[in-house]
């Protein structure tokens, strides 16, 4: 019984020209995506002024963009009002708060407070994703902000004042 099902079954051979096909046809993809990227990046560049996202000039630090509307899950976005000077979010941050500021911290945890960004924003890690621009697990978060608060103001101020310097890194903040 097992040869005849043999025999009656399909053999499916893969030939070598289909795995060149399926290679180029991925080939040809990523080249497509590529060029859709490149000419998003220069769209905008190619945008008013006053349609461009704000960015920030810190000293030493790349510039960053911010999106003008931040909603993540308000049902009827309110328009926020941004503190004076965007907080800056450095792009080596990958794992939130490695890389920040504590300036950058400081103005974070102030607009997180803040009574607009409570209109908008119900829950805190929605108003802390908002912010930080990234969703961070609460512990996280709690454990930065309990950091703060429990820091004098003469160490807040003192690294606050260090600005966007090695000294003014959050990673210098004490424990």
Same mark, same amino acid.
């Given at each position: ?7 009656l079954?399909?053999?499916? +051979?893969?030939?070598?020209?289909? +795995? ?9 993809h990523? /080249?497509? $995506? ?20 704000r ?8 510039? =960053? ?6 909603t ?14 965007? +907080?800056? +979010? ?18 974070? =945890? ?6 607009? !960004? ?5 829950r805190? !890690?929605?108003? %802390?994703?908002? %912010? =930080? ?20 103001? /003469?160490?807040?101020?003192?690294? %606050? ?9 959050? $990673?210098? =903040?004490?424990?």
């Amino acid at each position: 019984m097992l040869a005849k099902r043999r025999q009656l079954e399909k053999l499916e +051979i893969i030939d070598e020209s289909d +795995i060149e096909a399926e290679m180029e046809s991925r080939k040809q993809h990523k /080249e497509l $995506a590529l060029r859709q990227k490149r000419l998003r990046e220069e769209d905008e560049d190619d945008r008013p002024a006053s349609q461009r996202p704000r960015t920030s000039q810190p000293s030493p630090p790349p510039a =960053f963009t911010r999106s003008p509307s931040l909603t993540l899950s308000s049902p009827a976005p309110i328009p926020l009002e941004l503190p004076s000077k965007p +907080i800056y +979010i450095p792009s080596s941050c990958i794992r939130w708060p490695d890389d920040m500021y504590t300036m950058d911290m400081k103005e974070g =945890f102030t607009l997180i407070d803040s009574a607009e !960004m409570k209109k908008q924003h119900k829950r805190l !890690m929605d108003r %802390v994703a908002a %912010v =930080f621009e990234r969703s961070i697990p609460e512990t996280t978060y709690y454990d930065q902000r309990r950091r703060w608060k429990q820091a004098t103001e /003469e160490q807040r101020q003192r690294l %606050v004042d260090a600005g966007h310097t090695r000294a003014g890194l959050w $990673a210098n =903040f004490p424990k």
